[in-house]
Structures are given as C-alpha cells and as structure tokens.
C-alpha cells in the first residue's frame, strides 16, 4: 500500500530520522513509502539478497540476526518502533549481510532507496540525522563487543534489564523479545539466562513473571557493573 493511500499518511513524521523535517519534505518521502504488514515469523529479508530499500519499522518487533559458521542463529540488533535497517547494504551497494525477522505482527515503512538517496543529498537535515543514528548505532555495537569480552553473564544480564527499563521509561516493563532471543544477544545458553533470572529474583532485584520484568533494586544492578 502506498503511504498516501493509506491513513498513515505522515507517519513518517514521528520516526526520530525524519523528525524536524518540513511538511513538504516529509510528502516528498511519502511518495516513495509503501506499507507492509509482517506476521510473527515471516522473514523480511535474509543474508545474500540484494537490497535496494530502506526499512522503517512503523509498528511491532524485528530481529537481526546472523548465522554462525555451526549454524547457530546470533541476535544482533532488536529494531522497534522509529527505528530503520537495511541501510548498510543500501549505501554500500552490497548484498545483505543478516537476516531480518518479525518477531510479532510487525507494519513496515519501506522507502525505494535509489530514490530515497536522491533525496537524502538535498535535505541536509535529514544526512545529520541519518549520521546521528548510525553513529550510536556504532557506540552501541563497540560497547555490546566490550560486554562480551569483559562482562560475565550476570553483569550483561544487568545491563540489558537497566536498559529496557530505561527504553520504556518505567521500573517495570515487558521484555522486547522472547528469552531464547535474549540469551542469543548476551552470548549465552536460555538455560544460564533462566538461572540468572531466578537468582535475580531470589536476591530482591527484580521479579519475574514470563516477560513481565520489574526492576526492585535499581542500585544493586548498577553495583554489579562498577
């Protein structure tokens, strides 16, 4: 569905990129935007294909996700709602190099990108905004690998939670993904992330309950990290 057919007419506008941008900018992008909707499961696209869009998750969950040598899946990035994936291949002219999910009925705003970076040389706007994302992306990514070097699993796990409670701006919160997905982004086994869980409980951290986190002592979290 194109965007200005549908009554999603400018929400292109409350995606962090496309913030600030004048009214005739964002129905200049509308024009390149068509919908879809994803189930829970499906497949947006996998490592190889070649990739000439740019994907903005409008609504719901996704997964990046590459596959190890052994065939094991590693989680990557979790993009929720604002946020956009398929750039580096877009800009770099390359196949796909992950794969990318729906982990829940998912909307998906996807901008022709041949367009898209006609656009993007005219709106100088939008290039800072673009270079603000992928930069904290990058910081992201550099700290995720100094996690995995140098924090045991405790401490990743810690980290995690004080992050969605920060995401969600709230002590309790729902964790974006399920726990098998959780421990393949901490680098550990469901199992080891299970009796981390529990014995967070068991100490008066938090409570538990399926994926309904609270946090109960914020400062015993952030002692584990220092």
Known sequence: ????????KYCLSFVPIFQQLKTEEIMELSHIVTHKTYKKGEVIFLAGD????????????VKITHISEDGREQVVRIIQAGD??????LFRSSPLNSNA???????????????????????????FNMLNQL???????EFQLSQLSNQD???????????CS???GNEAFELPINKTDAA???????????????FFQRKGYITVSARQIRICNRNALQALLS
């Open 135 to 141: 930069s904290e992306r990058l910081e992201k990514a």
């Open 50 to 61: 070649v990739n000439n869009h740019l994907f903005v998750v409008h609504k719901g969950t």
């Open 153 to 163: 699993v405790g401490q990743r796990l810690a980290t995690f939670l004080l992050q």
């Open 84 to 89: 956009f994936f398929g750039e580096l291949s």
């Open 101 to 127: 999910e729906a982990i829940e009925l998912t909307e998906v705003c996807i901008l022709q990108g041949h367009t898209f970076k006609d656009i993007l040389t005219n709106i100088p706007s939008l290039q």
């Open 1 to 8: 569905m194109q965007c200005l057919q549908c009554n999603k």
């Open 184 to 198: 393949s982004m901490l680098g550990t086994s469901r199992e080891t992330l299970s009796r981390k869980l529990s």
């Open 166 to 168: 920060q995401n969600s």
